[in-house]
């Protein structure tokens, strides 16, 4: 046969859950995966999500129709609003362009695959380091990725709007306004990734702060949602990709654009995520319930940042291990290198990916102990 038989180690977080299943150890712990759990370690669904979808579910005049090719266009406006803000100039003077796309993933493809047909430049500059799956969606799209950041007049530039992946180190608003003077006078274009608004500080707005100096300028942007981690949406693909264009026919021609990239992809997008979100965005009291639930996420993270920094204190452990508090979102940089990492993996059961990320929303209090020993063994080692 022609298939390809072999397969790739590569070191991302389903691999490390692949790898964590087959472990029978009683203490094992999964550090890699992408996605919350609570403090008993059990993956979440929010309280808004479960009143929205009763409200789906009895409402007998809802139909399982195709949506149109850019989506639930009320789940459009309302992600529009919720990124760059209800009173945003650009929406007001119909410059915003926004397509529903499956997830994060879906929409950086789709707008990856936009700027390769119609850019006049096809080279993204992206971060070093970044997800790992940039590079390969971007080059699938048509673009070619670069780093580090040395980019020609024009390029354009990914960046991760808030809680950088896999660093956890943001720019301070000072410095995002030094960023965007320069991208500005370079005429960069800037393509936001936001998979983490209000996952960072707890802030929905001030998550969007970034994407919001860039808008109120009047140039142009793209940006990316998604609505796995906030929503805690992950497997419903639920995400928008926002062009803001300079000029209101601009942006009618760029959704036309974006109509014949998404039509042979995969034709339309799915309808009960987008529902969800739009029934939680439209209704003041469940937006309200859904920023108390999306706080309550961040600041579990935020605790257990000073927890694990406490336990590695109390250890005496060599090193300064403050960016573990310093860090922002859902993942810290340990700073441990693959040989350490696998070694925590050998002896202590602890799964993370081979650059020393962990999830912090995979410990909790229980196994915070667990974890700071391993890293004191393999630092004093
Ligand atoms: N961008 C970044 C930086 C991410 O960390 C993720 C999720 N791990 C995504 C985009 C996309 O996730 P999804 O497609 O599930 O929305």
């Not at 409200?55 to 459009?76: A, M, W």
């Not at 209800?86 to 707008?111: K, M, Q, Y």
Request: net charge positive; charged share 20%; with cysteine.
């Amino acid at each position: 046969g022609y298939l390809p038989t072999f397969s790739f180690s590569f070191s991302f977080s389903f691999d490390v859950t692949v790898a964590y299943n087959k472990d029978p150890s009683p203490i094992k712990l999964n550090l890699g995966v992408g996605a919350y759990r609570t403090e008993e370690g059990k993956p979440l669904v929010l309280n808004v999500v479960r009143k929205a979808e009763q409200q789906l579910v009895s409402d007998r005049s809802r139909i399982k129709e195709y949506l149109p090719i850019v989506g639930l266009g009320e789940f459009n406006k309302l992600s529009a609003k919720l990124i760059l803000g209800a009173d945003s100039p650009a929406i007001r003077e119909n410059r915003v362009t926004t397509v529903e796309c499956l997830s994060g993933t879906g929409s950086l493809r789709v707008g990856g695959e936009f700027l390769a047909r119609h850019y006049h430049q096809k080279t993204i500059y992206i971060p070093q380091p970044t997800w790992g799956n940039h590079p390969k969606i971007f080059t699938l799209a048509g673009l070619f990725t670069r780093r580090p950041w040395c980019c020609p007049q024009g390029s354009i530039v990914l960046l991760h709007a808030c809680a950088h992946n896999p660093t956890g180190v943001d720019p301070t608003l000072e410095q995002w306004e030094q960023i965007r003077k320069l991208m500005r006078s370079k005429g960069l274009m800037p393509f936001f990734d936001s998979a983490y608004q209000g996952f960072a500080s707890g802030s929905l707005d001030t998550d969007a702060k970034p994407i919001r100096m860039f808008v109120a300028d009047g140039g142009e942007c793209l940006v990316a949602q998604s609505y796995a981690k906030n929503m805690g949406l992950y497997g419903e693909r639920v995400g928008a990709l926002s062009i803001v264009c300079k000029a209101a026919d601009v942006a009618g021609r760029v959704e036309s654009q974006l109509k014949l990239v998404i039509r042979p992809m995969y034709s339309n997008p799915p309808i009960h995520g987008a529902s969800i979100v739009a029934v939680i965005l439209r209704d003041r009291n469940l937006f309200n319930e859904w920023t108390l639930e999306l706080k309550g996420m961040a600041d579990r993270i935020i605790s257990m940042r000073k927890q694990l920094f406490e336990a590695l204190r109390a250890r005496g452990t060599p090193g300064d291990w403050t960016h573990i508090i310093k860090q922002i979102g859902m993942f810290t940089f340990t700073g441990l290198n693959p040989a350490q990492v696998s070694y925590m993996t050998k002896e202590y059961h602890i799964y993370m990916t081979s650059d020393g990320r962990i999830s912090m929303a995979g410990l909790s209090s229980k196994t915070v102990p667990h974890l700071a020993d391993a890293i004191h063994a393999v630092v004093t080692k």
